[in-house]
C-alpha cells in the first residue's frame, strides 16, 4: 500500500474553548459599541467554529406513509433575518455553539476563512456567538475585508484596514 499523506489538523490542540482576549473583547463590546475595532481587531486572528448540520438530501415514504432520511448531507449553516439578510454562524467555542443546537458539528476555522466562506455564499454578514453571551455581527467593509485577508491597523486615532504585503 503507498504512503499517504493526511492533511494535520490546522489546530491540532484545540479543546474547543474561547480565546480569552477575543472574549474580553467581544464583551466590551456589548457593553460600548464604540469598541467595534477592537473586537474585529481581537477577530481577525482568532480560530472560530463554524457549525455543520445533518440537512436531508433524499426522503422517502414507507408503506406506512411515514417519511425517513434517506440520505443526508452536511452543511454550514446560513440563517435569514426578517428583512432577508443573510448570516453564517460562526462560533468562539463549542459551549457556545451548543448554547445554539448541541448537535451542531464544529468545524475549527481561521476568522478569515469564515468571512470568506460567507461572502462566498452570498451572505450578509458572518455572525459570531448569535446565541451569546456576547456577540458580533461582522458586515459590509469589514466583513469583505477580512475575506480578503486585509489587516485592522491602528492609525492615530482611527483603525483602518490594510492589504497584506505579498510574502
Known amino acids: 500500500m503507498p504512503d499517504r499523506d493526511l492533511l494535520a489538523p490546522a489546530y491540532p490542540d484545540d479543546d474547543g474553548s474561547a480565546d480569552a482576549a477575543l472574549t474580553a473583547a467581544l464583551t466590551a463590546h456589548a457593553a ?14 482568532a480560530r472560530l ?17 411515514l417519511a425517513r432520511e434517506k440520505s443526508s448531507d452536511m452543511a454550514a449553516v446560513l440563517v435569514q433575518g426578517p428583512g432577508g439578510r443573510r448570516g453564517l454562524l ?38 459570531v456567538d448569535l446565541a451569546g453571551p456576547a456577540s458580533l ?12 485577508g486585509w489587516r485592522l491597523v491602528r492609525i492615530g486615532d482611527d483603525h483602518g484596514w490594510v492589504e497584506p504585503t505579498p510574502s
Open 32 to 45: 460600548d459599541r464604540m469598541l467595534l475595532p477592537q473586537a474585529l481587531g481581537a477577530l481577525q486572528d
Open 49 to 65: 467554529l463554524v457549525p455543520v448540520v445533518a440537512v436531508a438530501d433524499e426522503v422517502e415514504v414507507d408503506e406506512q406513509g
Open 90 to 127: 460562526a462560533f468562539t467555542a463549542t459551549t457556545t455553539m451548543a448554547a445554539w443546537d448541541p448537535a451542531a458539528r464544529p468545524v475549527p476555522v481561521p476568522a478569515r476563512t469564515a468571512a470568506l466562506a460567507a461572502v462566498q455564499d452570498g451572505a450578509d454578514a458572518l455572525l
Open 137 to 148: 455581527v461582522v458586515e459590509g467593509d469589514h466583513l469583505r475585508a477580512l475575506a480578503a
